[in-house]
């Protein structure tokens, strides 16, 4: 049964994205396991991710009738398939949640994890078909419509999710229990699908996830017609297979594409999977498009979130600045699947420019957390950028995308903090030079196993993101010879200064948005030491962006900030008007909402109807402008958010009262 | 076969709405064909409505299936049912806007339409089950599933408009012929719905329209079952007998509702037939929901247009303030039901505001007309205020509402200019005393038959609404005797002016937002005369309205303007900043878009990316304003966008370039 290679457990390391041997990378990766973080954010969410949200999520799979659907096919077909019919799907993101969690778990932790694993690989497999097919939903009295209805019906979406599922539960156990499964039914996929001329159905999925799937596993076993399928999906794509629309990312030939369009999870996972081939085979057309469709993203139908998707209707992005607040759809699985595509990007080339850090580290912060509430078992599905308090966090839906989406995303996070290149063109010709990437700053360890062998670890000293001081020890050294520190200075960071052992950085050398560079035969005990200036910062957004025109949006150092009704008691946030305040100072609240820095300040209460008496138009210079008031204001981390008392909160605040 | 009770030819008017005999009623209407209209704007649009609009829908309705699908009932259910579930409703509606043409059609015409119509009539005759059932899509091989998903399927909003259909055919020709199939239909409903203690199915339908199809037919047929059942249809909504959410309008009951919400359509179909009922029956409840709901709808939750629904998703109204402009749905048939709605609304009581007809006068020229083309053959389902000139106008659609329900307002429309009231408590007691309202200022002749008998004949001279000027004069009397007139000052014209027979009004009797009262014994050749002041205003949004914030709406007399590319070539007309200019001016161009009044004058162009460097949002003061150049700009009306080469197009305009 087992058609699996065997796994060699001494290349096996826990990453999600393993491109140790890819071609044309620059970036590798470094563990989940090599860093420990002990910061004030990030530390405490995956922490309770493994204590409560892992198997909290296993008891939702459970009652909801999720793992039912497999028992069901197994024990001959009585009663109904339960639920949506991509249900499988969420089995899979949270074995692969659970898989990646497995690496940072402690002893007692990693036994109830396994245990859990194991039971649902089990019933898993039970529903496995003899061909390797394996879809609940299509088996049983739908069994004869299998592949009937690619574009709708997420068969080869569930299989990618199976698939990143076993890969990430061999590379954390050594295990190949899942991994057989998913190899023999990618198996059965790559001999159905494929060019006509050979035979086979040339046609895609509605929902990608494949791309990326397919890529990791033939990273992982070397199997080739892995990462032929997967081009191929990307090749097929935008052909009309599936109907040619936008949503279901089928109206464009991926390499012509320049925008980005349709359902916004599906666009990114798509541009992921795309990236992962980059790493792999020279394709100078798909990279343009890549390249063009990510600016587009950021420069034109980005939230300031680093949220997207602005349309409810086919959660999709928008026109270019059509950024709605309320009404925003700002998925948190698209927040996920757009960090998958950044990290990717970033991992082509050895840039010294930050712009794909500083966009993971954003959207982290600002678009994937506010989707968690603080204990770890509520979760947006949406997440606007202003309501009135009646959107609320869930402790799962019926479309439950999401939660297993954000649990798999806080597991993954600690191996996306540091990466390693390597470059044979400095010093001697065949004597390869070694760069360590601190991309996420956040205390804790790192250790980093050289590419040339040989290790680092440093120890992190911070209480960033709440404040700016960063020191950077070195506290274990083998063999790491001369060795290049690149610590990212964010592209809000002007005015960073750093120094090395007392030795202070040139300005150049702590020039935002660029990675400072510190080469040097380091020794245990020296000292980096990294000062982040932690300002307030006032944005405000291109007029073309018209629901935010007058409007201004605070930040402070990667924090976006918002003001919801729980601290300011006074009259509607949305009447506040920040003027030209420059009174507004941080502080620090260790008692709030798990600790945080909020923004205070003094704000003009403009109340909604001065001057307007209930009218909705009026003549320009017909009312008199209202009397205002001053208030205080209050400003709190945008991604705290909906863990108070319900009441309106917004992102953008008023600039002038007109 | 023929149930239904003579029609009494001397007491038919040709009115959609007659409460000649309604207790609760102020305003009686003036027949459809009292009026002949000589305007610039609608007197084309209502010829071309008769001689191609009719016809080619007609043709339509054949092509597309509509009518096979009753000869496929009658014939033997042969084949498929073609299209949606509720495509009778097409038929029907094309039936009561062909029955309303007839009243102001030539002979030719007569004889056209009259064919068209006896066709048609005959083919849905023959679907009509032995019961009175009539409904294509639930006959054959759904026949035993009638009445089985009255939430989603329309069956009662396929029978309200074949009601309503039938009432306008029997008030224009006179004949039974559709009137008996829909008397048959409609005594079938009032046997299967009511109460359940009545032994009956207590529930409504998904779609509003049979509560004022059935309040109009009670009035024609003075059958009280029609309205006890149109009762029950209201009482029995928000009670959840159709799942009770918001798009179906069966949230809250009516009575206790304050807010619009749910399907735009839906809603304002549900008020105007709740406002059918308060003209028969006292209901504080109701009035004081219907008014809330009005001032909810016109201060919070409607476009500058007077057009309603802000959610694509649910052809929904949104949140109080939720307008985006791009994005607005608002639906031609949405602003159909506002202005049914305002309609009967003003005909409760002689109120001496003008607010329901400034707003009926509104929502027709800036709201109603954009829906369709200057052809008369192309028509907006959505009229979004903001475009990039991909959304254009559609000779019909799949979901074919909107171009029936244009086409018999237009047909309709006549007899929305005047109405007459008459109060007893003037003069002696025993004594009535006549007033003749005039709503809809247009150049044309207007007959009114008076109450207490008598007529009178007046001609309005006017190039309305593009200038200002009018004169009304007194053409025939009957035993007119002393009698007032009462003649619109719109809530915009502030400075308005008038004389009769020379003689000046005061300023209080032109007030703006009142009705300019002339009570004389009038003579033929008496002249009144009117200036309404024609000057171009700058509207802007309340603060709330985010989308709108720092920008404004050019509006000339009841006309709303936009920007469009293609009378601005230089740059995006968002880009486009107004700011002070003090040089617009109006000018009437006779040969552009069948002639119109233009506002030209000189803008700043703000290159879109100037100062930004395709950032989407930037520190303040971060960038420098870029340099901005004058350009000619020129705003049409807005009722008139799309129908020249496409390209974007604004009404909001950028007041100031920060």
Known sequence: MNQTPNLDPGTLIATPVDVRSSPLIAHR????????????????????NRQRTIPGQYRFLE?????DNFRRVAGGCDGEFSGLYFNDSDVYKWLEAASWALAQASDEEREEITQLIDTAIGIVASAQHDDGYLDTYFSCERESLRWSNLKDCHELYCAGHLIQAAVAHARTTGKASLLDIATRFADLICEVFGPVSDGKREQTDGHPVIEMALVELYRLTGNRQYLDTARFFIDVRGRGSIGGDPYHQDATPLREQREMVGHAVRAVYLNAGAADLLAEERDPALRSALDAMWRNQVSRRSYVSGGIGSRWEGEAFGADYELPNARAYTESCAAIGSIMWAWRMMSLAAEDNTRWADAIEHTLYNALLPGLSLDGEHYFYQNPLEDDGHHQRQPWFGCACCPPNIARMLA???????????????????????????????????????????SIVFEVRTRYPWYGEIEIEVTELVDAGNLTLQVRIPGWAEGASGE???????????????????????????????????????LEAHPRVTENAGRIALMRGPMLYCIEAAGNPRGDVRDLVLGNARDLHPGWRPEMLGGCVVISGTAELDPPDAGW???LYREVGEGRAGSTESVAMQAIPYHLWANRERGQITVWLRRSQS
Chains 1, 2 share one sequence.
Request: charged content about 20%; glycine content about 8%; aromatic content about 4%.
């Open 63 to 67: 009652d909801t009738g999720r793992l």
């Open 500 to 538: 090395v052992n007392g030795e202070s950085l040139s300005s150049n050398e702590t020039a935002a948005g660029q990675y400072a560079t510190l080469t040097r035969s380091w020794s245990v005990g020296d000292r980096i030491k990294l000062s982040l200036p932690m300002r307030i910062r006032r």
């Open 613 to 615: 008496s209930n009218m």
């Open 29 to 48: 990766p470094i563990p989940i396991d090599a860093v420990s973080l002990n910061d004030p954010i990030w530390s405490p969410r995956i922490r309770i």
């Open 412 to 454: 993954m996070l600690p191996g996306m903090v540091a990466t390693v290149t390597t470059d044979r063109s400095v010093g001697e010709a065949d004597v390869s030079h070694d760069t360590v990437w601190l991309h996420l700053l956040a205390q804790g360890e790192v250790r980093v196993d050289l590419p040339a062998g040989g």
